[in-house]
């Protein structure tokens, strides 16, 4: 048994998805029981998110447009794929109900002049609900026996809303006895990405890029052969080949790499979809829909070899937070107390870096929580600023972190220095750096406008030199 997950790009028109049936097709040649995971069509989430928040800015015209738009891009999809009258006709019933339901869910927005988390899952899980039918309805168009489910149904998860947690026992129950008998009927599911519901039925989503790891929810709980994550480029590649066309494909990764990657801004997979595939040992291979038989990565827990360095990424939208002063030398308990600060307003610290001296505590955060984390902490620290043991608290905004990533890289000397040469010969400037306790990645903090430079330093100095031993490469 196969978990398939398509992302947005392989949905995104009638010819992404044409392609996207035949590579179902292809794959179940060689397996006939596939459960499909889909994403919804490319750039859907992020037009409902950005209509939901200017309805509650007051704004009307946001998602009447937005309705417009996604009526618009699934019908011209749906008339390309779906010869049959009836099946059209049916989709499109569907598409005008699940649109009338969300401007309903905009105009109670706009009416309340607020958005909570709650609210907004259940307006951003709706893409996927339009796309998962389309997709199923394709499958048939193409003599192949197929339903969409609705994941609302079988994936349950907490209330956290915006970044949902799976609760694997019920989820792997609602998913096997829904999924199964669909598989030994014959029938390939075709399953919604990104979105849950409480075990009340309360709409949620995993958090943006998530339908990786419903595929791999899915895939544990059937106890999938592999997980295969279907996207727009070769794999998981050396660095992102939007930034650096000569990157190459990794064709080997451990969970571990894979995970620090994506973490790290490898957005071709999302970070939590190695956690159900490494508790039950399931390998997950990522491909390209539109190069089925090119190069891909297969993340295992097999020992990648012995590269040293095996690629470079970047987290865009950070600001790098200073709590500077000659008084902290010494003191006990600021760090503690920064952080503690940090926790309090739930803000995610990305990174952190001290210098020796103790003069000063800098660690990363995202653009969206910097000012609330700079008030919490002037809050805290009101006593210390009025008797100028803390100087300074402020913001370096618009940072992103580089991360130069590989297991291999441990107890390797000279990692670091080949690193500094390189980007002291493109003249870019290093604002921190951190080093993890395990030694396989090292990050630093850069202005946003030096981080193309960057990244294509880096990977020239430790790729694209001949004299260097390069990891296990395509
Ligand atoms: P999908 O819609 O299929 O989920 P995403 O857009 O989420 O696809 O992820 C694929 C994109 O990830 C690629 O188009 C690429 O630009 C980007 N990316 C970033 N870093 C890497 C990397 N190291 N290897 C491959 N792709 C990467
Ligand atoms: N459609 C969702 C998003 O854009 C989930 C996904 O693509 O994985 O974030
Ligand atoms: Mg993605």
Known sequence: MLTLKFGGTSVGDARAIAQTASVILQTKTQDPHVVVVTSAMSGVTDLLVNAAHAAAAGQRQPYLDARDVL?????????ALLASEEELAQYQHH?????RFFTRLCSAVYVLGELTPRGLDAISGLGERLAAPLLAAALRARQTQATWVDAREILVTDDQFGEAAPLLGPTCERSKARLQPLL?????????????????GIPTTLGRGGSDFSAAILGACLQADEIQIWTDVDGILTADP?????????????????????YFGA???HPKTMLPAVERGIPIRILNTFHPDGPSTLISNHPTGDGLVKAITAIRDLTLINVEGRGMMGVPGIAARTFRAVADVKANVLMISQASSEQSICFVVKNSRSQEVIQALTETFERELARHYIDRIYPVQDVVIIAVVGSGMRGTPGIAGRLFSALGRVGVNVIALAQGSSESNISLVVARPDLETAVRAIHQAFFQNQHVPTPQLV
Request: net charge negative; glycine share 6%.
């Open 71 to 79: 009526l618009e891009k699934h019908m011209t999809a749906a008339q």
């Open 95 to 99: 598409l005008e109900e699940q649109l």
């Open 184 to 200: 030994e009927a014959g029938i390939t599911p075709v399953v919604t990405g990104f979105i849950g519901a409480t075990a009340t």
């Open 242 to 262: 939007r930034i650096v066309p000569q990157a190459r494909t990794l064709r080997q990764l451990s969970y571990n790499e894979a995970a620090e990657m994506a």
């Open 267 to 269: 957005k071709v997979i």
